[in-house]
C-alpha cells in the first residue's frame, strides 16, 4: 500500500486490574513469549508505521511500575505516558489532549497484542478514504437475544465482532469527546457515530483477541508462537 501523506498517531489504552485473569499484576504487564503485553502492542504500531506518534495510557498508580518494566526489558520504542480516567471514555479523552493538528488517530486496547500489520495498515488507508475505519469479524456461532419471557435467534449474516485498533479523523474525533460522557459509549466508533458520522467497517484479524482471561493468555501464547515459526520457515 502507498503511503499516507497525513500525521499518524496511536493511542494505546490500557486500564486493567487483572481482576479477570486473576493474576498478580494488571493484564497488559503479563509476558507474552517472555515480554509484557503492553510492548507487544506498542510495537505493533511502530513494525506498521514508520514515524507514527504513540500514547500510552494507564492509570497513574501503574505508571511508575510500566517504567520500571521499560528499563528491565530495555524497551526504547518512543512513546508518552499520559495518566488515565476513571472511564475508557475519559482515558481516550485524556489521551486525545496530547494531539496537535490534523491527521489520523488510532485508538487500541492495550490488552490486543496481536492486532496484525495488514488490519493496522488497512485501518488507517481507509480511515484516510472515509473518515474512520473499524476492524470487524464476521459472527460464526448462533446466537440469541433474551427478553424476560424467553430468547429469539438472531440473523448473524447481520452481526458483526468488533475490535481495535480504531482508526479516525483525528480532528472529527476530538471533537466527538466533547460531548459528556454517556453508557452507552462501548467504543470510540459509539462515541463517533453519536457525534453525526457513519462508521466504517473493515476486515480485522481473527489472532486479534482482547487478552481477558487465563485462557486468552494461553491462546494468545500459542498464537504468538505459531506466527513466528511460520516467519522462520519462510525466511
Partial sequence: MEKINQKLWAIIV???SGSRIQAAVPKQFLE??????????ITAFADACEGIQMIVVLPSQQ??????????HDF????????????RFQSVKNGLSLLAGE?????????????SLQTIVRCFHEAAKYGCAVPVL???????????????????????LIQTPQVFDAALLKKAYQRPYAPTFT??????????HDIHLTEGNVENIKITTQNDLIIAEALKKFSENI????K
Fill in 76 to 87: 526504547t520504542l518512543p512513546h508518552e505516558v499520559v495518566e488515565g480516567g476513571d472511564t
Fill in 231 to 234: 516467519r522462520s520457515c519462510l
Fill in 32 to 41: 507474552l513469549s517472555g515480554t509484557p503485553v503492553l510492548m507487544h502492542s
Fill in 138 to 160: 464476521p459472527v460464526n456461532d448462533s446466537v440469541r437475544q433474551l427478553s424476560q419471557a424467553s430468547s429469539k435467534i438472531l440473523d448473524r449474516t447481520r452481526l458483526r
Fill in 103 to 115: 491527521g489520523l488517530v488510532a485508538v487500541h486496547d492495550g490488552v490486543r497484542p496481536l492486532a
Fill in 63 to 72: 505508571i511508575e511500575y510500566w517504567q520500571e518494566l521499560c528499563s528491565r
Fill in 14 to 16: 490500557a486500564g486493567g
Fill in 187 to 196: 467504543d470510540d466508533a459509539s462515541v463517533f457515530e453519536k457525534a453525526g
